[in-house]
């Protein structure tokens, strides 16, 4: 049990993760007895009394951030739930509005467009009566997510997952995927949880960058918002994007269409206060494990990284490029010149975007992050976080595969069927 000498009255924090500790000596009959909910630890609270000529400082108020549901409250437990029915209610309202416009004559049109080749299921019927249809689950795991990593591949990877997990409180995700995209997450279909690690962050964060970002993550998993909270998030997304799509091919329309829109905009007014709220919880979390310029770090670097690899990667061409898609991007963000990272930096920060319901605006983000202090950085904390990588190239080349397997030239074969 270790000793902390405190100046507060109120709560000491941890010497290790510096979280609030909690009286844990109520029942023992010893109030100097503290536990910290973060890493686990027990201490016993030696209390200083201060000089009398020195005025107690006050800690410097966090700034609030207009949306914000504390999470746990009741109200986001309520939005929560209103949220769940919602997504029954859509798809349950879908089927049966669906059904009555083929009693009335929808029929015909769809028989029309399987005539033609144009519907082939009923997420397409659906579509053709003006609705819009997507898939929330994922089938195809390898496909749509990435390909699992094994210990062996990244074993410095695999033990800060550990490190995190274990001052977090939680159990190591199942899966551990090498994300195709500048973004990371955690994701949960049926029984397994995969914590996702996007490839080309790996090279532009360093290592304590990185592992904020695994707290940030694995805070969702602790939370359950990978599994009922993320469920929620990517039913919203998946009707935003169908509803987007269908609108901008002038489809969307007629009690299907205004059924969608309808769908769509309470369901985003539900979610935006939840989702801000584990999104902040998720933060301090990560200032907690990492720090708070680490943490900081990491969310303005993620945000300058997402819009240029997806700009790179609508203009890359496999076929007249000399290099695979990841080992191109690194080239050409390494060749930025630090004024354009200072003006891509500034201009992030100014400009936040459009209106995104499933994360507060970056600006109050960076404003709780900052507000916690930094850590010591340790020897390899400056490092580039592909180190936790075995060999960068090797797995590079792997996702480009998989990406423009489709594209790839055929070879011609001498052996053919015969009469061709």
Not at 192 to 207: D, F, M, T
Not at 340 to 364: F, Q, S
Request: charged letters at 20%.
């Amino acid at each position: 049990m270790g000793r902390v000498r405190s100046r507060v009255s109120p709560a000491p924090r941890c010497p290790d993760c510096e979280a609030g500790l909690e009286p844990a000596g109520a029942g023992r009959g010893d109030p100097s007895r503290y536990a910290c909910p973060l890493c686990r630890g027990v201490f016993r609270v030696e209390r200083v009394e201060p000089a009398p000529a020195t005025a107690p400082v006050e800690p410097a108020p966090v700034p609030a951030t207009p949306g914000f549901v504390p999470a746990g409250s009741m109200k986001m437990w309520w939005r929560a739930v209103v949220l769940w029915v919602l997504e029954k209610v859509y798809w349950s309202g879908t089927v049966a509005a669906a059904c009555v416009l083929l009693l009335l004559g929808g029929s015909f049109w769809v028989l029309e467009g399987w005539l033609r080749g144009e519907i082939n299921s009923w997420g397409d019927a659906v579509e053709a009566l003006g609705g819009a249809w997507f898939r929330v689950e994922t089938n195809n795991p390898d496909a749509d997510l990435g390909p699992v990593l094994a210990r062996v591949d990244a074993p410095l990877l695999f033990e800060t997952i550990d490190v995190v997990s274990r001052r977090l409180g939680v159990r190591p995700p199942s899966q551990v995927r090498l994300s195709y995209l500048p973004c990371c997450g955690v994701v949960a279909w049926g029984r397994s949880q995969a914590l996702l690690v996007g490839l080309p962050l790996l090279r532009i964060l360093n290592r304590a960058e990185m592992r904020a970002i695994l707290a940030h993550e694995l805070a969702h998993l602790a939370r359950g918002d990978a599994t009922r909270a993320a469920r929620r998030a990517r039913f919203v997304e998946g009707l935003e994007r169908a509803v987007e799509r269908r609108e901008a091919a002038g489809r969307l329309r007629g009690p299907l269409g205004a059924w969608a829109r309808y769908c769509l905009r309470e369901a985003s007014w539900l979610i935006e206060p939840v989702a801000w709220g584990q999104e902040a919880r998720a933060d301090r979390f990560a200032a907690l494990v990492a720090g708070g310029g680490a943490a900081a770090s990491a969310l303005v670097k993620t945000a300058m990284v997402q819009p240029l690899f997806r700009e790179v990667l609508a203009y890359y061409d496999p076929a007249d490029a000399e290099t695979n898609l990841y080992a191109f991007f690194r080239a050409f963000w390494f060749r930025l010149p630090p004024e354009i990272h200072a003006a891509m930096r500034v201009r992030i920060l100014a400009v936040d975007g459009p209106h995104d319901p499933a994360h507060p605006p970056l600006a109050d983000r960076l404003a709780l992050l900052q507000s916690y202090p930094d850590h010591v950085r340790g020897p390899g904390d400056s490092q580039a976080a592909n180190t936790f990588l075995g060999d960068l190239e090797i797995f590079e080349q792997m996702l480009h595969n998989r990406l423009f397997a489709s594209t790839a030239a055929v070879e011609p074969s001498v052996y053919h069927r015969a009469y061709s």
